[in-house]
């Protein structure tokens, strides 16, 4: 399985748990080995979550910004990536 480490480039900036996140959009998320990478949309100023199952060992990679995302009214806010179980429950 692909780790989250194997996704370093110096084209792509990777960002990790706890890193101020530099502008709202969605992010790939890359686990140390219980999960498959996958999409999360997260907002800027926010922090980068920890995974309920690997905790830190996970990293994220800007695939679009979205800037409307700042807008006061929106709501949603990511403090921890499921797990893929309970996402299914």
């Keep these: 399985m692909t780790t989250a480490d194997q996704y370093d480039s110096p ?18 998320v890359y686990h140390s080995a219980h999960r498959k990478p996958h999409e999360v949309t997260l907002l800027s100023k926010e922090t980068f979550p920890p995974c309920m199952k690997c905790g830190h060992s996970v990293s994220f990679e ?28």
């Design 11 to 28: 084209e792509q900036p990777v960002f990790r748990v706890g890193d101020t996140i530099p502008k709202s959009g969605i992010y790939r």
């Design 62 to 89: 800007l695939v679009k910004a979205i800037p409307r995302l700042e807008d006061k009214d929106f709501q949603i806010r990511l403090y921890a990536i499921p797990d893929e179980e309970s996402e299914a429950a």
